[in-house]
């Protein structure tokens, strides 16, 4: 049985200074919602009632979001704002929220290894990385789920990426083909390197952050010296996985955004809030009246850069 959801989010957030300085990444809004709620509401949707956040110091923000916050429900109840109310009150019960603090930044397999002490013996768990965003209703975890529980293995999602220098930013897997019985976009993984040289991948697949992992990894990652970067690495941990049986990967069939990235965060807050109807009609219609004084812009801001 898979319950827990851990979700790393102790990095520093870099590349959004100076909005990250005080504010964690995983609270730059996308619409009206923080990114991190997407990712919390999709383990939830994928039947995981457990969350447990690998934090760092300036990030305690992230847990308040999930908790109970009396005074503004209170303050919210006497003005009769029930659908606010609603919406602050859902959030703490959304999940069962834990944190633990990652000490030192040693690395994604490092963070993972924090929950350790959190998820039960023999039990699998799944691993989420805020910066990859699937969509508000996707099933895709759901289906992650089904085929570890369905085999045992780790299992992770992959995406086919065409461009070798975007490929070189992700852990990338060397595939078989699928187990018997696998189910629709699931391939077997032999192998596994991460952020391999432009041009050296073994395949185009590309590892996003969606892990369902058999609590072997535990062990795996205690014993996975420092790797690319000097951190301990979950792709090599799992590598080694790799190495023992083929590993399950799910290939996405759906967009998926970089919430990590400037361009990406925009992207998704215009795909999200598109798909709504009370900003979507409106935000196509500004949009498409505004298209060519947006091109001009970037136009401008071509020409100034060069
Ligand atoms: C991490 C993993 C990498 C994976 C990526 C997905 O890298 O180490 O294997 O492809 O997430 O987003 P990061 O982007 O955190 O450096």
Excluded: C
């Excluded at 990114?35 to 300036?58: C, F, I, P």
């Excluded at 633990?100 to 989420?128: C, D, N, T, Y």
């Excluded at 032999?190 to 990894?217: M, Q, T």
């Amino acid at each position: 049985m898979v319950r827990t959801a851990v979700l790393p989010v102790a990095g520093l957030g870099t590349r959004f200074l100076p909005a990250t300085k005080a504010v964690p990444k995983e609270l730059l809004p996308v619409v009206d919602r923080p990114s991190v709620q997407y990712v919390v509401e999709e383990a939830v949707r994928a039947g995981l009632s457990d969350v447990l956040l690998v934090t760092a110091a300036g990030k305690a923000a992230i847990e308040d979001h999930f908790g109970r916050r009396l005074d503004l429900e209170a303050a919210l109840a006497a003005k009769g704002n029930d659908a606010d109310l609603a919406v602050v009150r859902g959030l703490a019960e959304l999940a069962t929220v834990h944190a633990v603090r990652q000490p030192e930044p040693l690395g994604l397999g490092h963070a993972v290894l924090m929950a350790e002490g959190h998820v039960r013996a023999g039990e699998g768990f799944a691993v989420l990385l805020g910066d990859d965003l699937l969509e508000p209703d996707s099933t895709f975890l759901g289906r992650m789920v089904a085929a570890h529980e369905r085999t045992g293995r780790a299992v992770v999602a992959l995406m086919r990426i065409d461009d070798p220098a975007a490929l070189s930013q992700y852990g990338v897997a060397t595939v078989a083909d699928p187990l018997p019985g696998a189910g629709p976009g699931e391939v077997a993984i032999v192998d596994l390197v991460e952020k391999p040289a432009v041009g050296s991948a073994p395949s185009d697949l590309a590892v996003i952050g969606r892990y369902v992992l058999p609590h072997d990894v535990f062990g795996v990652l205690h014993r996975t010296p420092p790797g690319r970067g000097g951190e301990i690495q979950l792709t090599d941990a799992l590598r080694t996985l790799a190495q023992e049986a083929p590993l399950v990967g799910v290939v996405l069939d759906e967009p998926r955004h970089d919430a990590g990235d400037r361009l990406g965060l925009l992207t998704a807050s215009l795909a999200f809030a598109a798909r709504r109807p009370d900003l979507g009609p409106a935000l196509v219609a500004w949009l498409s009246a505004n298209t060519d004084d947006l091109a001009a812009r970037a136009a401008a801001a071509t020409e100034g850069a060069s």
